[in-house]
């Protein structure tokens, strides 16, 4: 255990969920769940062993065979339910979330709330499982299709979003009818699990959710398990490509949502106080530790100018404990993350950059010991520093400059992640330029971190994603289903018999 961490007289232990039972693993490697902000620690959380992986499979496996022909309108009604638990229990979820991952008690509320909009569109999801039907494709013969669900799928997910990620997956595969084996964050699955025991008294049956902990071991497990059938992964470039390799060549479905790093490209002409406002919530909001963390500005033309203003903008926000009234900024995860942002932050100094705003090491009383980075402002970045080049997943915004919007498109074009990006400005010609031109997933007009709302899917591209399709949304329901295209002849007493035919003809 850490000897930094403060451990609370009785510490809890995070249960496996096999089976419909919360369990207690018999692992001997156990981690800490530690609160950022104060370095409490709140829980231990296994590594659970291939044994009790390989029972939460086979009880996903036993309870698919009749979750599978469960009505549609039966699993509509757990989801139904469940969304209003998840509401009921807002402000306990969100206080879970924000003590253990650190970030606002409103921003917590919005990580659930998020995922509790994907629940809402699983409730309806038999809208979208339909299949299709061509009648007479020739005489008498009809074809259609069946979205049949793929048996046990596994999800993996990062510590940034402990409720919304989790959600993203599980309801959406069971939903259609799938039963799923999750691997929460190791660093905060107590939010998470709080979510899983809201499922099951929505009325989710044993064994059609499973949940095991651990890290590298059991992720390779779920990747190589003969069993499962699919696998939907959230987290870092370098450990989903790994999750992506390692899982297709088990034969499985994958996707992999991963790493990025988020242009806002800023025209001249955009209306100035809305443009920085949003820039600098989207910058350092969730102390930058969001997917869609607009990281990097790209000044383009006069708007590069705006720097100061900028630096103004991030001087105004307050960095404390989560649980503060008033925090903008709020720890981030680990000792180990601050202390990797703020050795990227040395890099861009010895790399030449503009440290126009340093946050390290602020002052926040009461929590000394808290994992605290204040916003950080860098100008002068070119591709080559490794503030452009990694993805900092920090408070810290990292300041380009373009002469046209066509120098900014192909900045944007030239980086190898396509997660999101976004662009300020008042021409529509511009804007839609942007749109039209630019090579990445999720596209913000005038709006800084636009992540899609369930009726449409996640979508970015490149090397922030691996796999053809999105976690939820329509995207989703063609992942967790296989489609079964059946072509049908019925005879009756009139239909004449033709005799052999052994040419390729209906
Ligand atoms: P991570 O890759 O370290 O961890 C993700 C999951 O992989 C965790 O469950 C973890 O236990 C497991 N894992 C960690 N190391 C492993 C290893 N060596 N082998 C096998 N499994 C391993 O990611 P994180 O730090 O938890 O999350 C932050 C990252 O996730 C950032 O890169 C962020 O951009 C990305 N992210 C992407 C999206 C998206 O939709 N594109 C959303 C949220 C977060």
């Given at each position: 255990m850490n000897e930094m961490h403060r451990v609370a007289t009785e510490v809890a232990t995070v249960k496996l969920l096999i089976d419909g039972e919360f369990v207690e693993s018999t692992t001997t490697q156990w981690r800490d769940v530690v609160n950022p902000a104060t370095q409490v620690v709140l829980a231990r959380v296994p590594m659970a062993t291939r044994e009790e992986v390989d029972a939460a499979v086979a009880s996903a496996a036993q309870a698919f065979k009749s979750w599978r022909k469960t009505a549609i309108g039966t699993r509509a009604r757990i989801f139904l339910k469940y969304q209003q638990l998840i509401r009921e229990h807002m402000s306990e979820l969100a206080a879970i979330l924000t003590a253990e991952q650190g970030k606002t008690l409103p921003d917590a509320e919005g990580d659930v709330f998020r995922g509790l909009e994907v629940v809402e569109h699983a409730a309806a999801i038999g809208n979208l499982q339909l299949g299709e039907l061509a009648n007479n494709v020739a005489g008498g013969v009809d074809t259609y299709t069946l979205l049949q669900p793929l048996g046990v799928c596994a999800g993996i997910t990062p510590f940034n979003f402990p409720a919304m990620i989790p959600l993203w997956?599980?309801?959406?595969?069971?939903?259609?009818?799938?039963?799923?084996?999750?691997?929460?964050?190791?660093?905060?699955?107590?939010?998470?699990?709080?979510?899983?025991?809201?499922?099951?008294?929505?009325g989710i049956p044993k064994g059609v959710l499973n949940v095991v902990h651990g890290g590298e071991d059991v992720v390779n497990a779920i990747c190589d398990h003969a069993d499962i059938r699919a696998v939907s992964f959230v987290g870092s470039t370098k450990v989903g490509t790994h999750v992506y390799q390692r899982s297709s060549l088990?034969?499985?479905?994958?996707?992999?949502?991963?790493?990025?790093?988020?242009?806002?490209?800023?025209l001249a002409d955009a209306n100035k106080e809305q443009t920085l406002n949003a820039m600098a919530g989207a910058a350092f909001g969730a102390a930058g530790q969001r997917c869609m963390a607009a990281s990097t500005a790209v000044l383009v033309g006069e708007a590069r100018h705006w720097i100061g203003d900028l630096v103004a903008k991030a001087k105004t926000l307050k960095v404390n404990a989560g649980t503060e009234p008033g925090t903008d900024v709020g720890p981030v995860i680990s000792c180990a993350a601050r202390e990797r942002v703020e050795a990227l932050i040395a890099s861009g100094v010895e790399q030449g950059a503009k440290l126009e705003l340093d946050g390290r090491k602020p002052s926040v009383p009461g929590y000394e010991q808290g994992n605290f980075i204040g916003p950080t402002v860098f100008s002068g970045v070119k591709p080559g520093m490794r503030i452009y080049d990694e993805e900092i997943f920090g408070p810290v915004l990292v300041i380009l400059e373009a002469d046209t919007l066509d120098d900014a498109i192909a900045l944007v074009n030239a980086n190898p992640n396509g997660n999101g990006t976004a662009i300020f400005t008042q021409s529509g010609a511009a804007a839609r330029k942007f749109q039209e031109e630019i090579d990445v997933g999720q596209v913000g007009i005038n709006l800084p971190i636009p992540v899609p709302v369930p009726l449409f899917s996640f979508t970015g591209s490149r090397a922030s994603k691996l796999g053809d399709l999105g976690?939820?949304?329509?995207?989703?329901?063609?992942?967790?289903?296989?489609?079964?295209?059946?072509?049908?002849r019925w005879f009756d007493e009139e239909t004449p018999s033709h005799g052999v035919n052994t040419t390729i003809s209906l």
């Open positions: 997956m599980f309801p959406m595969a069971i939903a259609t009818g799938n039963t799923f084996v999750l691997k929460p964050s190791e660093q905060d699955p107590l939010v998470t699990m709080r979510l899983v025991e809201l499922a099951l008294q929505a088990a034969g499985k479905r994958v996707q992999c949502m991963m790493g990025a790093k988020n242009h806002a490209v800023v976690p939820y949304g329509k995207q989703a329901v063609m992942f967790y289903t296989q489609t079964k295209t059946v072509t049908a």
